[in-house]
């Protein structure tokens, strides 16, 4: 078989801020088993850095709380490879500060960075993802069903509330085109540039399970939910979170 054969076999996966964190942690485990990855970020800086570990061309640069942004970046990926079977959005700012200290304009940036970045990635994607059968992973955060009332966190939770009940029409919407869509709710999952909160190890010692997550936690579970074994799940919100928020 010729390269350009092997490469229009390959699934494509668009992870969505995988500069870093838990994205790039998915990004490299879809690349190690065989995928085609390419990952956005906002600032070019890190561009040359990520391509070497995930692939010459793999790096779109834009901010997704644009939708133009949003559907240059899909349309580079979909000219570049002529498919998109996979988006995993992990774009997700996290905001701390008591709701006295909260402006309009925080509250506005979380739902600018978690819910509609994830509006426009899915609307600029819809096409390609319905075309390949494909499935969307989001990421929300622990206890968010729950419904637990938040000292210092209710901009951000607010924001990833919305995003659950979109992510669940959106899985509605696209399952009579055999699309699926799912969400992770992670706990810690601690990174290099991770927020304070998720490297404090006085919050990580209160975690049931007494650790943080491993990034291969996450990503596994992110690489099942885009895999054909979790085929009949839809609308579902799994929690990766060692008991925290429980
Ligand atoms: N890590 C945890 O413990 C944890 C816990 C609960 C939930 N989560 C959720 O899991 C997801 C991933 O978390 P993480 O810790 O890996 O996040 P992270 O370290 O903040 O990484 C987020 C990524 O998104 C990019 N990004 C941010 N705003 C963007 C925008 N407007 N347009 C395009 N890219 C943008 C960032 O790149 P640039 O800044 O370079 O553009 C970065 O690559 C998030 O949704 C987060 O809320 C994480």
Redesign the pocket.
Known sequence: MSESETASRQKVALI????????FGVARLLRAEGWRVHV????EGKQAELEEALGAGSVRV????SPEDAGRIVREVVDAEGRLDAVVH?????LTAPLTETTPAMFESMFQ??LM?AVHVADAAREHIRASAGAYVF????GLERWRARTVTTAYISAKAALLVFMRGLALQEAPHGVRANMI?????P?D??APD?LSLELQAKIPQGRPAKMAEVAGTARWLISEESGHMIGQNLEVAGGWML
């Open positions: 969505t801020g995988g500069s870093q964190g838990i994205g956005t970020l906002r600032q834009g901010d997704l709380t992990s774009v997700g700012p996290y960075g978690n970045t990421f929300g955060c622990s709710s992670p706990g810690f999952v990174h540039g991770a998720t």
